[in-house]
């Protein structure tokens, strides 16, 4: 069984798909602990069920270092074969990444490399797309540059703001995750060789990738 840890910070719709779709027991992951960085409303689907649960507030920390050193110690308690983010809206500093990539995956609203950072709905708007997407990637300590594992196209409407176009691409969001853990969870993926495969930053054109805090 792949023991997974989901780290959040709002409503936990990903985190609610995955603990439902583990509740499958032909479903070879299940949620050990759900971290947030905050008071999240997500809390209430790991409390439901009997998920046990951390918070490392973000407000509490002097420096994004010190924040993620405590995470990792957290996460090291629960030892998990696989951290999620799902919805964490924090970068994480490089010492936590690099502890556990690829081990660490994450999920995003939008079609990667398009639209990184924290807000891809927002901004796939601005830019007047006809479509964009969700994607989920391994995380790499750039913003939302790490490779794909999965991703799928969802359409812009006309008259669509943030709320319909993100209500849209979410379940394709959850499906992806799911999907992705499953597969991990099965060994039909592999993180270590999906890493070693992906294109090295150093041989993306300039241009190509872009990238903007997340926080
Ligand atoms: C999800 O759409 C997730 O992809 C996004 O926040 C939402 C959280 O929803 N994350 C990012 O934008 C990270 N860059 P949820 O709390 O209902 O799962």
């Not at 490089?94 to 950072?117: C, K, M, Q």
Request: aromatic residues 6%; hydrophobic residues 45%; charged residues 20%.
């Amino acid at each position: 069984m792949l023991t997974v840890a989901v780290l959040i910070s709002g409503t936990g719709s990903n985190l609610r798909a995955l603990l439902d779709a583990a509740a499958d027991p032909d479903y070879r992951a299940e949620v050990v602990v759900v971290g947030a960085d905050r008071e999240a409303d997500g809390f209430a689907h790991a409390e439901e069920y009997g998920i046990p649960s951390f918070m490392v507030p973000w407000a509490q920390f002097a420096s994004r270092e010190e924040w993620g050193a405590e995470l990792s110690a957290q996460l090291a308690v629960w030892r998990p074969d696989l951290v999620v983010l799902s919805g964490l809206m924090r970068l994480l500093p490089a010492s936590l990444v690099d502890e556990w990539s690829p081990r660490i995956i994450n999920t995003h609203p939008a079609y990667l490399p398009e639209f990184p950072g924290a807000h891809g709905v927002r901004d796939a708007l601005a830019a007047g797309v006809r479509q964009s997407g969700a994607s989920v990637i391994i995380v790499d300590n750039g913003v939302d540059s790490g490779p794909i594992l999965a991703q799928e196209r969802v359409p812009v409407l006309p008259g669509d703001d943030q709320h319909t176009l993100h209500d849209r691409i979410k379940p394709v969001e959850r499906r992806l995750l799911i999907d992705v853990v499953r597969r991990i969870a099965s060994g039909e993926l592999d993180l270590q060789a999906a890493s070693a495969s992906a294109v090295a930053p150093s041989t993306v054109a300039e241009g190509d990738v872009s990238a903007s805090p997340a926080s």
